[in-house]
């Protein structure tokens, strides 16, 4: 049994969702009975001894996240392994269950031909904040939406596109960094296009008013407007809070940049290019650069290791550099059957990487490297390949990970998007593959962490119950996803709950 869905539990053995009741057998005061006496028989079965001679409460030994699973694992000893491998394999096996699940509940048509939206890039603002969605089309234009998921997806327009350079963007990162300005507080987008990396600015949109909700959303009945296809995005009014400023601007004429990785929280940018990888300051001030003799198409600088940076070039060669050392030094610490398009780093030591042949490979970065006279002769293998990913050297499709609970997607040039369980060790196949599109998926985003629900506007507590502003549905969103019969693109909601 599993609570991971507010307002419902996941019966184990039948893997179906069930409704929480306000009484009766299915309310949730039994409901945790059970689930403490199916606790209570797990760990008789596994470890021969009840609870109480271990000393030790089930439910403080019950994981919440993979995270928890493994600083538990790694301190706990072989005592209780096996209760804590059994709740952290059902609390992924949950949210797995529930990308199996995942079924189209609302599709927003875009504005404009789908060509425009083939090379698009999109990121997206959440807890803490109110959802916030920057959206890269046509050539060096930039769109603005604000949108939320409970009570049910919705979406509007932030004001008009602006423009950023005449070429796409390569990348698109919403920055930490925020500040005041006429008393409004800034939030930052940082991106790369042609040899030009540049900071944009913009003011943080504030709650949406009740007037605005029921102009837009609510129907001329009262209830909330839930249509399967919405044809028109409505334009609401945030009157200063539209605008915006170029704040800084770094360029490279004679070079292309490919990637970025930001960490604005500790004043770190990195930025690949044809020519160079450039360590910057927060500021776009340059601090080192180091020539490359292959083109870097993909950056990270992972969160917990803010003063490292890891690169995958077109030679297929994946790079670990220390921005602490006075000049760039990068050591090559892999090699990839082809082009490296992506690379994420995982919790604990682990790096998954996607090629432009359609591999997707785990890599752990423990392992030994072979030298011989400072010339290094052999390079690990990956641990893992994740099997099913289709690409033909194509740069611009979608990718996510929800690092939380070990999900991967990435959209195929085959026209399918997929779902990978990285937990499972024990298949490298898909949980979940989509409708074929006929263009692959540009872009695609998670919302099935706590962190990826954006807050709830605050207009909508006085329109619908309490419950309904509660409750999370855990789904993801396809953009840029188009049919044959249809002229234009959509921006897709799946979730596996109504």
Same mark, same amino acid.
């Given at each position: 049994?599993?609570?991971? #869905? ?23 005061? =039994? ?20 609870? @109480? ?12 996240? #993979? ?10 000893? !072989? ?16 949210? !797995? ?92 987008? *940082?991106?790369? &296009? ?23 959303? #609510? ?61 910057? !300051? ?8 180091? @020539?490359?003799?292959?083109? $870097?198409? &993909?950056?990270? $600088? ?44 995982? +919790? ?13 490979? #785990? ?53 399918? +998007? ?25 872009? *695609?985003?998670? $919302? ?7 807050? +709830? ?7 619908? =119950?309490? !419950? ?31």
């Amino acid at each position: 049994m599993s609570f991971n #869905i507010p307002g419902y539990f996941l019966d184990q053995k039948t893997k179906k969702l069930f409704k929480i009741t306000p009484h009766g057998p299915f309310s949730l005061k =039994e409901l945790k009975k059970r689930l403490e006496a199916e606790e209570q028989e797990a760990a008789a079965a596994t470890s021969g001894t009840s609870s @109480k001679k271990t000393g030790h409460s089930l439910t403080q030994n019950v994981p919440n996240n #993979i995270t928890q699973f493994l600083r538990q694992r790694a301190t706990m000893g !072989s005592q209780n392994s096996s209760l804590i491998n059994n709740a952290a394999f059902h609390y992924q096996s949950d949210m !797995s269950f529930l990308m199996t699940q995942l079924k189209l509940r609302t599709k927003v048509e875009l504005e404009g031909p789908k060509q425009a939206y083939d090379n698009m890039l999109v990121d997206m603002t959440a807890d803490p904040d109110y959802g916030e969605l920057i959206m890269s089309h046509r050539a060096g234009k930039l769109k603005r939406f604000g949108y939320q998921v409970n009570p049910g997806f919705q979406i509007w327009k932030a004001g008009l596109s602006w423009e950023i350079e005449q070429n796409n963007a390569s990348s698109l990162h919403c920055g930490s960094y925020s500040y005041i300005l006429n008393g409004l507080e800034h939030r930052t987008i *940082v991106g790369t &296009s042609g040899g030009s990396l540049w900071r944009h600015s913009l003011p943080k949109l504030p709650a949406l008013v009740d007037h605005d909700l029921r102009q837009q959303f #609510i129907s001329a009945n009262g209830s909330i407007r839930d249509d399967n296809s919405i044809i028109g995005i409505p334009v609401l009014s945030y009157a200063d809070h539209t605008e915006s400023s170029l704040d800084k601007l770094f360029v490279k004429k004679k070079d292309l940049f490919w990637s970025s990785a930001v960490c604005d929280e500790y004043d770190q940018i990195a930025v690949g290019g044809d020519q160079a990888l450039y360590h910057l !300051s927060s500021n776009l001030d340059l601090i080192s650069s180091r @020539k490359v003799k292959s083109t $870097i198409f &993909s950056t990270h $600088i992972p969160k917990d290791q803010y003063n490292v940076c890891w690169t995958g070039s077109r030679n297929g060669l994946i790079h670990l550099t220390d921005f602490r050392q006075k000049s760039i030094n990068m050591n090559p610490e892999f090699r990839q059957s082809s082009s490296v398009n992506k690379i994420q780093s995982l +919790v604990g030591f682990e790096l998954v990487t996607l090629g432009l042949d359609g591999s997707i490979d #785990i890599w752990d970065t423990r392992k030994p490297r072979n030298y011989q006279h400072k010339k290094q002769i052999n390079l690990p293998e990956p641990i893992r390949k994740l099997r099913g990913h289709v690409n033909e050297t194509n740069h611009n499709l979608g990718f996510d990970i929800d690092l939380q609970n070990n999900l991967l997607m990435a959209s195929g040039s085959d026209g399918y +998007v997929r779902i990978w369980s990285i937990f499972n060790s024990n298949s490298n196949k898909p949980v979940w593959t989509s409708e074929k599109f006929p263009a692959p998926i540009p872009a *695609v985003k998670f $919302i099935v962490s706590q962190n990826r629900f954006p807050r +709830v506007q605050e207009g909508w507590s006085s329109l619908i =119950e309490e !419950s309904l502003l509660l409750r999370q549905c855990p789904g993801i969103v396809l953009f840029g996803a188009n049919s044959e019969s249809s002229e234009s693109s959509s921006i897709q909601w799946l979730t596996a709950i109504k």
